[in-house]
């Protein structure tokens, strides 16, 4: 299994605070990402990172951001929590894969939050 | 953008049936990828088809690349209950190293 881990797991917070997730890699993989996973709307990009402070918005970047200081690194911030961000939030890395021109993308477990 | 469409959405089947699962792109691509989520875990790749009518197998799954790289195909022979999760295909957008994902196929195989 590829070395991400995310915590928290599990997190349950109250409208208008702020929440921050972490995504921790042990891979050394250039690129890290974040989704979120709802009901019918499937994986959905929120931010990723190119590289240590290279980063850039996904399809639903609204009230998130993201900081990369370390190539081990990636944090999910909410800066200001509301109940539609109530999601299984997923991180992932990627890096060249076998094939040539190929990447490969290894998922964290995820981390559900609840917003109240 | 390119769009994914998978299908059919929800699949309910008995252990020891066949099956296959669909994936619909509205453009050429380049690649494909093939990932199965089991619950309360995040999205493990399966394979990735490069070549328009590639065929791939892993033990009873067999992956189909269709010959005008816009379509692909999941084939499960004998299912069996751990076949059980949400099968995602997913492709790369380019020099953005950005993944798109279809919304999935949740499969699930009853004993």
């Known amino acids: 299994d590829a070395g991400i881990t995310q915590s928290p797991r599990h997190k349950v917070t109250e409208t208008g605070t702020p929440v921050t997730l972490r995504c921790h890699q042990t891979?050394?993989?250039?690129?890290m990402y974040w989704y979120r996973q709802d009901p019918g709307h499937g994986l959905r990009l929120i931010h990723y990172s190119y590289g240590v402070k290279d980063t850039d918005k996904g399809e639903v970047s609204d009230g998130y951001s993201v900081s990369r200081s370390k190539t081990e690194d990636f944090l999910l911030t909410l800066e200001s929590a509301t109940s539609s961000q109530t999601s299984v939030y997923f991180c992932?890395?990627?890096?060249?894969?076998?094939?040539?021109?190929?990447?490969?993308?290894?998922f964290g477990p995820g981390t559900r939050l609840t917003v109240t | 953008t390119q769009l994914l469409e998978q299908s059919p959405q929800f699949l309910s089947i008995q252990e020891g049936e066949n099956l296959t699962v669909y994936c619909n792109s509205s453009s050429v691509f380049s690649s494909l990828q093939w990932y199965r989520q089991e619950p309360g875990e995040g999205p493990v790749l399966l394979v990735t088809?490069?070549?328009?009518?590639e065929v791939k197998k892993l033990k009873r799954l067999t992956f189909q690349f269709g010959d005008a790289r816009k379509d692909s195909s999941l084939h499960i022979t004998a299912a069996q209950p751990g076949d059980t999760g949400l099968y995602l295909c997913?492709?790369?957008?380019?020099?953005?190293?950005?993944?798109?994902f279809g919304k999935g196929t949740l499969l699930t195989v009853n004993p």
């Open positions: 891979e050394n993989h250039r690129y």
């Open positions: 992932a890395i990627s890096d060249l894969g076998n094939l040539p021109s190929t990447y490969e993308q290894y």
């Open positions: 997913a492709l790369w957008g380019g020099s953005n190293y950005k993944l798109t």
């Open positions: 088809v490069v070549t328009g009518g």
